[in-house]
Nanobody, 125 residues
Framework: VQLQASGGGLVQAGGSLRLSCAAS????????MGWFRQAPGKEREFVAA????????YYANSVKGRFTISGDNAKNTVWLQMNSLKPEDTAVYYC???????????????????WGQGTLVTVSS
């Protein structure tokens, strides 16, 4: 499975960016996809996830109300709309896909089987 993330860049505080991630290379669908981010010197942290069956979404408290995850199950593509960006949102953003049926680990990196290469988001103050 290959995940291709795109859409990162430099934006001023209060601005918006939309990240995209397309999965390819596997014939059957994964169960959920998500976004994580990692700032310099910090651990990778959960941002948002979407479960294809039922459409449930999950968000980190730090991004609730500002970020929206959406996706196209048939195309194995997920987007992350990021509004009202803050300097503390600066990080490399990674998309990930999971073929694990249970969602008990959806908020942790261990709950995902495949990862994209990351796209850098820089928010200036």
């Amino acid at each position: 499975v290959q995940l291709q993330a795109s859409g990162g860049g430099l934006v001023q505080a209060g601005g918006s960016l939309r990240l995209s991630c397309a999965a390819s290379g596997r014939t059957f669908r994964n169960y959920y996809m998500g976004w994580f981010r990692q700032a310099p010197g910090k651990e990778r942290e959960f941002v948002a996830a979407v479960v294809w069956n039922g459409g449930s979404t999950y968000y980190a408290n730090s991004v609730k109300g500002r970020f929206t995850i959406s996706g196209d199950n048939a195309k194995n593509t997920v987007w992350l709309q990021m509004n009202s960006l803050k300097p503390e949102d600066t990080a490399v953003y990674y998309c990930a896909a999971s073929f694990i049926v249970q969602t008990i680990m959806i908020l942790t990196p261990a709950g995902y089987n495949y990862w994209g290469q990351g796209t850098l988001v820089t928010v200036s103050s």
